[in-house]
């Protein structure tokens, strides 16, 4: 029901379980053991109960430590301990991260020395979201100017992708993917919020137009009810393993950037087609057997060339809840706190460690745990906390409203 | 025990076993589903029932089938349905599969048109396998001329790896890989094996002697009883998930590649040093509580990087199988037999498909199917028919010597 009352309890309910969660069991883990205060910057490969399972530096996971300090002195509480956290990374990514084209490293070892640098500019994207962050927590123009040249560079890259070396002879496999189209809209979204320059925030909103123009035309399939990870030039299905793949983790994320999006612009369609998305990816995504959602899902129902396909990750979850409990706020339609309700259930049971803080990372298809580890080189501070950070702040919005 | 007697009914029994997989099973699954007759090469993206999930041609998979229909012809039955299914991946091959610096794509269209080449010489090395073996097959001499050039093409490139691009900045982690020294091990042994030109059979003599030399002085940590997958170029280990990963399919296959390399050279140190990777590789690798091999495993026992880890992969079993028949059939130790037969009874009651034929090559880590396909970008035709052909010429050297 569209014009239904929103259940003011179960979302006070609600705030006060994610607030329970970041600052009880989030927050003190990774002040506890991410920390560098002797090199700087964050460790992120760590163990079930904190300790360090080796010390080299992912980038993608300093710049999601930097934004996640930032994040919680900017919506949470003035603590100047989260504030000097962030500058503990922020130091560290300037110092050590950045190469002299601009572009970022993919990881370098403890002290900083670089290590590896890939083809792909999404580690990038992950910069723009911390040093932005930073910026506004620290009141830093330097740290915003090194997030907008960043951010200069990946529009420019995104739009001549051939100046980057691809895997694929392009005059015979012309692809494109969607995680390039989400990236850069979802930084977009974070840099303009930042609200420094304003006269450029139609700029960053013309470039959120070619997202969601791309989204629509190339890689949204209304009749197939799939937001596919691959498309060709022209977004036709290409019959392989890699063009069915459908990521749902991946699209109801793109489906909550696209709702926010459409929340910002007070435009409907926008928003209509953030939660058609999320219907169909959901639809696509849920293990009816066991709960819980797939990691890789193929077009047809064919096997998937992802060895791992049916494991339960937990960023698809905390990405699926955050997209629901904004489905639901927008809509105010009881069907998608059902869904959250669902969601919520099998990821409550089945991701957080009572024992040492933090939530697992790897599950197998049934809820098992197949890694116990809480922080590797892709899981770190991003997804968890920022649906309970930006939850927090949603259920407040519509609660005081 | 090591002089005792060999139980030549057991040896009998699975040689029975072997020849009724591969005939039964194996040869008609490839012969049915895989070759193109329109365009040449093979197809390898094959479903459960051999059904085709994508018409892309991995060159791994080109080269493998090449040498499986080969070694049929040479090993098992001189059959010209299977050396013109040989030669239909031959001309592919050569006409489409090669680039002009002389190394190899890595995936091209089911026409030939090249799609994918990687900065890693692996793809030539099964290159070499392939030509080599339908070189004998067709008594061939441009195919062996290819495959002769190919090899001195990867000898040189092992040596001077700076030449091809790293993942790594080398000043700051320069690392090796056993993948390199243990492919380049046993592609010396299959060319050196056709036996074309016997001027340069020491040449590939002394190729094996620095394999053997960098595994015995860089990766076989015989303290810790582990064969390491990467290493510092002086040896040492390199404390993170990578530099602590060990493959115990790869360890074992590399062992008996050694043992082999022993019986052919009659050397007991080396047959010594095999037997020692196995024993060592078994132990680190078997689950004790489902049974079968682990994917990956940590050197200290810490959590893998490797998101699959606990999967059962069907490589590593077969390669295991081989690896205790050949150590049972040199040492004739009733452990080897007793280890072989444990092996083999989680292998046989988990991976073969009596509907459609052929093997399932991914399960979960309690050996329920993860993927139901055949074939894959990795699963094709070297593994399970090498035990098979191999296991079959093993015992009837053994039975009749």
């Known amino acids: 029901m569209m014009d239904g009352c929103i259940d003011t309890h179960r979302l006070e309910q609600l705030r006060y379980i994610y607030s329970k969660t970041l600052l009880n069991d989030v927050v003190p883990f990774w002040m506890k053991f991410s920390i560098d205060r002797e090199n700087g910057g964050y460790f992120h490969y760590l163990d079930r109960d904190g300790s360090l399972l080796c010390s080299d530096k992912a980038v993608w996971l300093q710049n999601r430590s930097l934004w996640f300090f930032s994040k919680l002195y900017n919506e949470i509480e003035k603590n100047d301990e989260w504030l000097a956290a962030a500058k503990n990374g922020y130091e560290f990514i300037k110092n050590h991260c950045i190469d002299s084209d601009g572009r970022m490293f993919f990881l370098v070892d403890k002290q900083g020395r670089k290590l590896r640098k890939r083809r ?114 022209d977004g036709s299905v290409i019959n392989t393993p890699d063009g069915r793949t459908i990521n749902p983790g991946h699209s109801i994320e793109t489906a909550w950037f696209l709702m926010q999006e459409g929340l910002y612009r007070g435009n409907r369609d926008t928003i209509a087609l953030g939660l058609q998305i999320l219907d169909a990816s959901l639809e696509r995504g849920w293990d009816e057997t066991y709960g819980g959602l797939f990691s890789f899902v193929d077009l047809e129902g064919k096997p998937s060339e992802h060895v791992e396909w049916d494991m339960k990750y937990w960023w698809p979850h905390t990405e699926s809840l955050y997209a629901l409990l904004l489905a639901y706020v927008i809509t105010k339609d009881d069907k998608y706190l059902a869904s959250y309700d669902e969601v919520h259930a099998w990821t409550f049971s089945h991701f957080p460690d009572y024992e040492y803080g933090e939530w697992y990372g790897y599950l197998h298809r049934d809820g098992s745990i197949a890694l116990p580890v809480k922080g590797s080189a892709w899981k770190g501070t991003l997804h968890l906390p920022r649906l309970l950070i930006q939850g927090i702040a949603l259920i407040d919005d519509c609660i005081n409203q």
Chains 1, 2 share one sequence.
Not at 136 to 141: E, Q, S, V, Y
Not at 178 to 205: E, G, N, P
Request: net charge negative.
């Open 120 to 233: 792909y500019w999404f580690t990038e994207t992950f910069g723009i979201l911390g040093l932005s962050e930073y910026a506004k927590a620290a009141n830093d123009r330097e740290a915003y100017e090194l997030a907008l040249q960043t951010y200069r560079l990946i529009v420019h890259l995104y739009h001549h992708p051939e100046e980057l070396p691809s895997k694929f002879y392009s005059e015979n496999r012309n692809i494109q993917s969607l995680t390039a189209t989400m990236l850069l809209m979802s930084t977009t979204q974070v840099i303009r919020a930042m609200d420094v320059d304003k006269s450029i925030s139609s700029d960053f909103s013309q470039v959120i137009d070619t997202c969601i123009g791309d989204i629509q035309r190339y890689f949204f399939k209304p009749n197939e009810r799939a937001l596919l990870e691959t498309v060709a030039q």
